[in-house]
Each structure stands twice: as structure tokens, then as C-alpha cells.
């Protein structure tokens, strides 16, 4: 195991990838000689050429449609979308005609395609390049969509989208390109089937059920109150689809206590569905308290630092939320 970034974690499992897969091509704004928005894809332009990193014109509707189309017909791709704010504009591309294909065929056709997108605030960026909208994209029939909140996560989730058969929304926190984890050596493959949440802590007081950045922010907060002598439970979903029901559902009979967090707005989140599966099972039977949710506030993201860092949670925020459950 060696210690990289989540970036380059991202950045190992296109390239490996694409060595192994010579039909493998990847796409998106300024991936190429820039090597990414966010620096990701340094290095993949020189070692795999123009013709498999490609980069496209500023349309998000030709990024994903060109992907989409590609993928129909015999080449697998990786499509870049510099914020994930600009799925809005390629929501037909994508909701309508990637996830659908399948479907409308008879399974006589594929469409392997993964789709990155950074997402989420913490950079200053504002209302159009700071938005969490993993509920739109999970709402969508036919897509699976996938946010690992760790670099090993990153390399084995997004290694394990490429190799699926259907279009997979990845969608990767900003704040966490620079955080460093223990990733395998090259070479050794450790692929993490979509669909299989990870326990992140073990704990028997208080189960936090989260993802992406949310993770990282709700392991502090357990750490902290394990000095107060509560034990919580963290589980990181990793996909939301497929959702990982028997994870949550056995968690919550563990602990009888449950709170969901997320950076998204509140309202319409993905954490309602989370709630739902506690409750509309059998662990219903096991809570000792109603499950609650802590997400973001329902306002745009503000450009202010201070705002901005008030309007999802905190950990002062998410310690508060266990003290109130407990």
C-alpha cells in the first residue's frame, strides 16, 4: 500500500484501464494538454495521444451526447464534466438517451460509458459550480451513480464503473483531490463492486448513514465523541445506485438509532430514500428514536467563505444532531 491523492487514485484507474482496453477513450474540456480542470488527468494525453484523450469543444450537450453515441456503437468511454452543475445542460444527452437505450431495445444494445463530474462546495466557487445534485441523477431509471469519499474507494469504484455495461454518473467531492489515503500497488487490482456500502467505523451507540465529503467530516465527529463515551457507527453508501439496503438496514438493527447525513439540500435529497429504507423495513422495529436527516440548507451556495461554510454540515452541526438522537 502506498499513501496518494484521491486525484491521482482517479487518475491510476482511467489510465490502467485504458492500457487494458484499447477501445477505451475519454473525453471532456481541456483534459487533454491541461491535463484537467482539476489537474486529474495529468499525464494521459502524452501516453495515450489526440486520438483517446480527446478534448471537446465547451458543450456539455456534445460531451455526453458524443459519449452516449460512442459507447452505442463499440467504443467504451469516459466523459469529463469540468462541475457537475453542467449535467443541467445534458440531461437529455443523458436521462433520456444513455439510460434509456437499454431499455428501448430489448437489451439488444450497451452503453458503457462513465460520466466524472466534480461536485459539492468548500472552494469559493458559487452557486453554478458548487451544487450536490447526485438526487437528480439517482432519480433517473438506467443510470447507476457512484461518489467514494476515500482514494481507495475512488480507484476500485470508478475501475468497477468503467467496466460496467451501463452508463455509471460518477461524481467526485472537489475538497477531497488533495486528501491522501492507502491505496494498493499498481498492478494489484482492487476492484469494489458497485452496489457494496463499507462500514467505516464500528460503533454500537449511533449509526451515521453518509457519503462523498460527508464521510471524512463524520469520522472527526465520531472520534471526537468516542471521548465523551459515544460509540458511533459510520457507513459510507459509496453507490447510491445500486443502494447497498442490507448495510443500512443492519446497522440500524444494531444500533437503534440512525442519522443521515448529506452535503445536499435537505428538501428532495437523497437522504430521504436513505430514511425510507430504514423505516419501510424490519429495523423499523429495533429504533429506539425516529431517524433523522441533516443536510444542507435549501439555498443557493453563497460565494461568502463563511456562508458557504454554513450551509452544510458542520461538525458542530453533526455532533449536535447524534446529542439531540441520543
Known sequence: MRDITYAQAINEAMSEEMRLDKNLIFIGEDIGVYGGAFGVSKGMFEEFGPERVKDTPISEQVITGCAAGASMTGLKTIAEMMFSDFMTLAMDQLANQA???????????AVPMVLRAPGGSGTGAAEQHSQSLEAWVAHVPGLKVVIPSTPADAKGLLKASIRDNNPV???????????????????????????????????????????????PRSLKVAEDLAK??????????????????????????????VLVVHEA??????????????????????????????????????YNPNLEAQVVPTEEKITAAIKNLL
Not at 99 to 109: D, E, I, M, P
Not at 171 to 184: D, H, I, N, S, T
Not at 288 to 302: F, H, S, T
Open 99 to 109: 439510460a434509456k437505450n437499454r431499455f428501448q431495445f430489448g437489451g439488444q444494445g
Open 169 to 215: 454518473v460518477f461524481l467526485e467531492q472537489k475538497l477531497l483531490y488533495r486528501q491522501k489515503g492507502p491505496v494498493a500497488e499498481i498492478g494489484e487490482d482492487e476492484i469494489i463492486p458497485l452496489g457494496k456500502a463499507d462500514v467505516k467505523r464500528e460503533g454500537k451507540d449511533v449509526t451515521i448513514i453518509t457519503y462523498g465529503r460527508m464521510v
Open 228 to 257: 465523551e463515551g459515544i460509540d458511533v457507527e459510520v457507513v459510507d453508501i459509496r453507490t447510491l445506485v445500486p443502494l447497498d439496503k442490507e448495510a443500512l438496514i443492519k446497522s440500524a438493527k444494531k444500533t437503534g438509532k
Open 265 to 302: 439540500c435537505q428538501t428532495g435529497g437523497f437522504g430521504g430514500e436513505l430514511v425510507s429504507v430504514v423505516v419501510e423495513s424490519d429495523a423499523f422495529f429495533y429504533l429506539d428514536a425516529p431517524v433523522k436527516r441533516l443536510g444542507g440548507l435549501d439555498v443557493p451556495i453563497p
